[in-house]
């Protein structure tokens, strides 16, 4: 069973930035698509930003101000938040699933624990 451990959340002020790391436990193919998504509400869970092979794709909330990236050989997925608002205070979740159309969809093969991202005004 791959397990996804997250890293790097903390505490920060408005329009300070922080990132965040996802390594997989093994290999995780290069054709999973590989993203994030944060709970806004004890129900939802929303989804942030995800990556396929050469695409990456962005909820509006974040776009412009959040990066995600992939490193294949280190099993790894980051997410570079730069600008960030109080109201991306959150627990950042990593997911990894068969393709970007059911990630976006919340069928997720694999989900990290979470780390908490808080920004204060």
């Known amino acids: 069973q791959v397990q996804l451990l997250e890293s790097g959340g903390g505490s920060v002020q408005a329009g300070g930035s922080l990132r965040l790391s996802c390594t997989a436990s093994?290999?995780?193919?290069?054709?999973?698509?590989m993203g994030w998504f944060r709970q806004v509400s004890e129900t939802e869970r929303e989804w942030v930003a995800s990556?396929?092979?050469?695409?990456?794709n962005y909820a509006d909330s974040v776009k412009g101000r959040f990066t995600i990236s992939r490193d294949n050989a280190k099993n790894t997925v980051y997410l570079q938040m730069n600008s960030l608002k109080p109201e991306d205070t959150a627990m950042y979740y990593c997911a990894a699933a068969r393709s970007n159309t059911l990630m976006m969809r919340g069928i997720i093969d694999y989900w990290g624990q979470g780390t908490q991202v808080t920004v204060s005004s």
């Open positions: 990556e396929d092979p050469g695409e990456s």
């Open positions: 093994e290999h995780i193919s290069s054709t999973y698509s």
